[in-house]
């Protein structure tokens, strides 16, 4: 069954195309996605972009201390989708905070995490995913063993790329300053999860 769909409603994601079947939000958005890269192509930009696991895409290497990151997906501008694989090499995470514009969705690669969303907590092994809805209070930490991996993806990517820009030139997790955290569109509310 083909369907159509164009801007969401108060301010979300504009997407533009036909898809075949439409259950899970996110299975539109990747069908669309690979749409939209085939049919939108820059002279600068090859047709495919292949990337290793833990490759950046501008072949650059951005720590936070505990982790490191990988731009997976860079979006041409601010409505579009960014992703990125983070890489966990001790147990740990963020501060606590919401977006004011952003889903964030998590996709684990490789280890195990714990997360709050909300009043909900969850504990997430290789291959599962869960969404954080804008506006809603998260926090997450690696508290596997060995290593973890996962993918995130911010929908629509905001400010985010700017903002892990600027933390990882410290190579240390993001500073609980509450200014640098709303110049990038989203609150701090507190201290990382304890881990042990």
């Known amino acids: 069954m083909l369907g159509k769909i164009g801007q969401q409603n108060g301010g979300g994601l504009w997407l533009t195309g036909r898809v075949r079947s439409c259950h899970k ?12 890269m085939s049919e939108s192509r820059s002279s600068d930009l090859p047709a495919a972009l292949l990337l290793a696991a833990g490759a950046d895409r501008f072949g650059e290497q951005r720590g936070l201390g505990i982790s490191t990151i990988a731009f997976k997906v ?16 001790a147990k740990g995470g963020p501060a606590r905070h919401l977006h004011y514009e952003q889903e964030e969705w ?8 714990l997360f709050e969303v909300g ?19 998260h ?6 063993e060995a290593r973890g991996r996962i993918l995130i993806a911010f929908l629509p990517a905001g400010k985010m ?18 200014a640098l955290w709303r110049a990038h569109g989203m609150e701090l509310l507190g201290p990382p999860l304890p881990v042990a």
Do not use: K
């Open 25 to 36: 939000p996110f299975e539109c958005f990747l069908v669309l996605e690979r749409r939209e």
């Open 139 to 144: 926090v997450w930490a690696f508290v596997g």
């Open 106 to 113: 998590f996709y684990i690669l490789e280890g195990e995490l």
């Open 74 to 89: 860079t979006p041409p501008n601010p409505v579009d989708p960014l992703i990125l694989e983070n890489t966990f090499l």
């Open 161 to 178: 790329e700017a903002f892990f820009r600027e933390v990882t030139r410290a190579n240390a997790m993001p500073p609980q300053d509450p």
């Open 119 to 137: 009043v909900e907590r969850f504990h997430l092994h290789t291959g599962e995913s869960l969404l954080a809805p804008r506006q809603v209070p």
